[in-house]
């Protein structure tokens, strides 16, 4: 999977924006949106939201985890525990690059929430790598990823799975059996 | 107002029984399968109320293993359900044929004559079920056992617990994600 189809599926989630437009409610085939009235609240998928900024027809409000103070206690939390955290959102990475690329003026201290989440996602990659290296020593057979996010998996994932998949091959073909295919001449 | 689509399912004895998805559900539902489709090493049971939007990952994987989804094809039981829609069935058919026909005037043709069948089922590769797939849990599961590679480590059985994520070989959780109690990510 590409980072652009998790950052697809990241779009579908909803984040609160403030029209300057009026407009009745519309039915999609997600579901129904609206309707938008200048100044009221409502929430909408994240890619429409970045679509009205984008054509200067909303201000958006960032998610109520994407603040300085809460995001530096997540970020030690996460250097303490070895194991990894729960995020504040399954698709915290994308929501960040997204809003702030698009809508930084409505985001108190951008720059530093920026940092902030990149630190978190450095840690967590970082210790993705030690336990699939430890995984692949220890010749494991399965293990348990729970508080990952689809995009941390899907950075590291097909090349893991690949590697993994040889693995077994070199490893299956060393005992003799007759599942073990060969060609025959 | 949303419109609603209905699917024609069948419950245990046969009959025909209308299910009612709004299209919301419509669209989740091919996400999911776009996903275990994306991620599973073999070709899964045929949605074909939606499987248009997946006509592009199907045509890669039946051209890659085509002798074996048309082997598996002609031994499938009676009343299973089909991995082939009719199209894709007619698909794969002609592949087959327009490769043989392909291989015999390159090839075989001008090989000595006892050497001018090629067998195909056994010289494209099969698709490989221990590869390793990443999941998300849907439904609880219980006692799913986890053969390890080598011949130290014991088989063991695990607990899957809704809403967490593993990594495992694709052979064991197969059923569960054509019953849809797991999704790969």
């Known amino acids: 999977m590409d980072a652009a189809e998790v950052e697809f599926l990241a779009e579908k989630e909803l984040v609160t924006i403030i029209p300057n437009f009026s407009l009745d409610k519309i039915y999609l085939i997600g579901g129904d949106l609206g309707p938008f009235n200048p100044g009221l609240p409502v929430e909408v998928p994240l890619w429409l939201a970045i679509n009205l900024k984008q054509r200067q027809k909303c201000r958006l409000l960032p998610p109520e985890w994407m603040d300085v103070e809460k995001l530096e206690k997540m970020r030690d939390h996460e250097r303490k525990e070895e194991t990894f955290t729960p995020m504040p959102s399954p698709y915290y990475m994308e929501l960040t690059k997204l809003l702030l690329n698009h809508a930084s003026d409505n985001i108190p201290k951008a720059d530093e929430i920026r940092t902030l989440v990149k630190d978190m996602w450095d840690t967590r990659i970082a210790k993705l790598r030690v336990s699939a290296d430890s995984f692949v020593r220890q010749q494991e057979a399965h293990a348990k990823l729970d508080n990952l996010t689809l995009m941390e998996i899907n950075t590291s994932g097909a090349f893991l799975t690949r590697a993994l998949d040889h693995m077994y091959k070199l490893r299956t073909n060393l005992q003799p059996s007759e599942s073990a295919q060969s060609q025959d001449f | ?185």
């Open chain 2, 1 to 185: 107002m949303t419109e609603e689509l209905d699917l024609m399912g069948q419950d245990s004895d046969g009959s025909s029984e209308e299910v009612v998805l709004t299209p919301a559900e419509l669209i989740e539902r091919l996400e999911q399968a776009w996903m275990n489709e994306k991620f599973a090493p073999e070709l899964l049971e045929s949605k074909s109320e939606i499987v248009e939007c997946v006509m592009e990952q199907l045509e890669h994987m039946i051209e890659k293993f085509f002798p074996h989804v048309l082997e598996k094809e002609k031994t499938r039981p009676e009343g299973e359900p089909s991995s082939l829609s009719p199209e894709e069935f007619a698909f794969a058919k002609e592949y087959m044929a327009s490769t043989d026909t392909y291989l015999k005037n390159v090839a075989l043709k001008h090989m000595p004559p006892n050497l001018q069948k090629v067998d195909l089922l056994r010289s494209v590769p099969k698709p490989d079920l221990d590869s390793y797939v990443f999941l998300r849990v849907r439904e609880r599961q219980e006692n799913i056992l986890v053969e390890p590679e080598t011949d130290e480590q014991r088989d063991y059985v695990i607990d899957l617990e809704e809403g967490s994520q593993h990594l495992i070989r694709y052979k064991t959780i197969a059923p569960l994600v054509a019953s849809g109690a797991v999704q790969l990510i």
